[in-house]
């Protein structure tokens, strides 16, 4: 029998709590399955005296994370409090120095400092993981690394914002607005407490910047995402995007094109159809394609105490077994740095617009869509009162480029009764 693992855990919140009770529940299974015993050694959070629902009896006491990271009796710091530097990065940094192995589920921290921490642990020769990073429960890090080793990693796309996909699921079932469902979220405790982080696709970007760096061998380049969240989506929109048998998802994709690393966080129509479509609720979905493998499609909790706490367990039993390569995949020195593409590849776009009521109008918007090169694929329009027509179109694929010219031109044709909304249509 091997010595014991012992951690070093900072932050008992929601995911080191989880952890917590899986080592204390599980250690019988552990053991048999690693061949030594899983202790924890010490652990730190901000009160020492809250009560968390786990017994901490027995474990080590640091206010400060720094001190617990760089503890003699530590073998593993697992840094579970989140932020994108603060205590977070001193503390992981600290660790990777004093020749600590490093577990973390911070995604926003390795989004922006994942280059340098991962260069800095090689180069200590320890590991750094973070299977709780990206997608929470559902193991993608080691499904790309590992399961699809033997592939060229064609696209990655995926619902990785639990919340994101509770409101915009839930304001189709009630036919509620974004603000009503908003506030829903916020008092169910589903949001961050920056909501910004959720609805504006911040903490989905970090995870899919995370994801790019495996897939395609490169830095972790959070700049180079196209971002946006799903604030402005609508009722309006989600009740005729499944009119026309899509849903609305805020769907993040990365992929290698001649032009650059295309990584993109924006709202998206998908078929109702797709794995994506029927997507309910605050699961989370990745969906990998490779040359060798085909498609596989990876759907489970991407949030919450047990899912969170599992990720963090298949990397502290990964370091029990000595199994730990490099961080993204491939030596941190060797990633190659992305030329980020600025255009995205095209695409059909949903187009909802709203139309003065007059003879005519239909054809001027069907005349500058044509000029800019844009072809229709299906139109509708709905039964109303005068004076606005709503009228639905679904494009042909096309370039951005293209549909902008369009819409710029839109705004001159005197029949537009309103913005058009304009959303890509993604390939599933
Ligand atoms: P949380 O519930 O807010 O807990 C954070 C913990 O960190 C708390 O125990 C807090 O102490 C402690 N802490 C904060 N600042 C500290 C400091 N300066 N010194 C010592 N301890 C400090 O957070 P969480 O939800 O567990 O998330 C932890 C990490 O996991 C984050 O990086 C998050 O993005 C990631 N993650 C979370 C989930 C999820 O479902 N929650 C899913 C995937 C990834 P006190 O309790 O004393 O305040
Ligand atoms: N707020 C995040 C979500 C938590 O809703 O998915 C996990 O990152």
Not at 2 to 13: F, K, T
Not at 252 to 276: F, I, N, Y
Not at 323 to 346: E, H, I, N, Y
């Amino acid at each position: 029998m091997s010595e014991p693992l012992r951690l070093g855990i900072a932050g008992l919140g929601t995911v080191g709590v989880g952890v917590v009770r899986i080592i204390r529940t599980q250690a019988a299974l552990l053991e048999a399955r690693l061949g030594r015993k899983i202790e924890i050694a010490a652990v730190s959070a901000r009160s020492k005296s809250k009560d968390r629902g786990v017994p901490l009896t027995g474990y080590g006491w640091e206010d400060d994370p720094v001190a617990l990271a760089t503890r003699d009796d530590v073998d593993v710091f697992v840094e579970l409090m989140g932020g994108e530097d603060g205590p977070a990065k001193a503390a992981t940094e600290a660790a990777i120095a004093a020749g600590k192995q490093v577990i973390t589920a911070n995604k926003a921290m390795l989004a922006v400092h994942g280059q340098t921490l991962a260069e800095a642990a090689e180069a200590k020769g320890v590991a750094l993981k973070y299977e709780a990073a990206v997608a929470g429960g559902i193991p993608v890090i080691k499904t790309l690394m590992e399961g699809l080793a033997g592939n060229q990693i064609t696209r990655v796309m995926g619902v990785m914002n639990g919340s994101c996909n509770y409101i915009l699921t839930r304001m189709e079932t009630s036919g509620k607005t974004y603000q009503d469902i908003f506030a829903e979220a916020d008092g169910l405790g589903y949001l961050e407490a920056d909501p910004q982080l959720d609805v504006g696709g911040i903490d989905a970007a970090h995870k899919l910047a995370i994801i790019s760096s495996i897939a395609f061998g490169t830095r972790v380049d959070f700049d180079g995402i196209q971002l946006e969240g799903i604030e402005r989506v609508s009722i309006e929109d989600i009740t005729a995007a499944a009119d026309m048998g899509y849903k609305i998802k805020l769907l993040g994709v990365t992929q290698m094109t001649g032009r650059g690393l295309e990584q993109r966080m924006q709202p998206c129509l998908v078929p109702e159809t797709s794995p994506l479509g029927q997507l309910e609720g605050g699961t989370n979905m990745v969906v990998i394609e490779g040359d060798a493998v085909g498609q596989i499609v990876l759907r489970g909790a991407g949030a919450g105490e047990g899912p969170t706490a599992s990720a963090v367990m298949s990397d502290v039993c990964d370091i029990a077994k000595g199994s730990a390569g490099p961080v993204f995949g491939q030596p941190a020195a060797g990633l190659a740095t992305a030329t980020a593409a600025t255009s995205q590849r095209p695409a059909a776009y949903y187009l909802r617009t709203a139309l003065v009521d007059k003879p005519g109008a239909l054809a001027k918007i069907a005349t500058v869509l044509g000029e800019a090169g844009v072809s229709i694929n299906r139109m509708r329009q709905y039964e109303h009162e005068a004076p606005e027509a709503p009228v639905l179109i679904v494009t042909h694929k096309t370039t951005r480029a293209a549909l902008d010219t369009a819409l710029s031109a839109m705004e001159d044709t005197g029949v537009l009764a309103g913005a058009p909304v304009a959303l890509r249509i993604e390939e599933v």
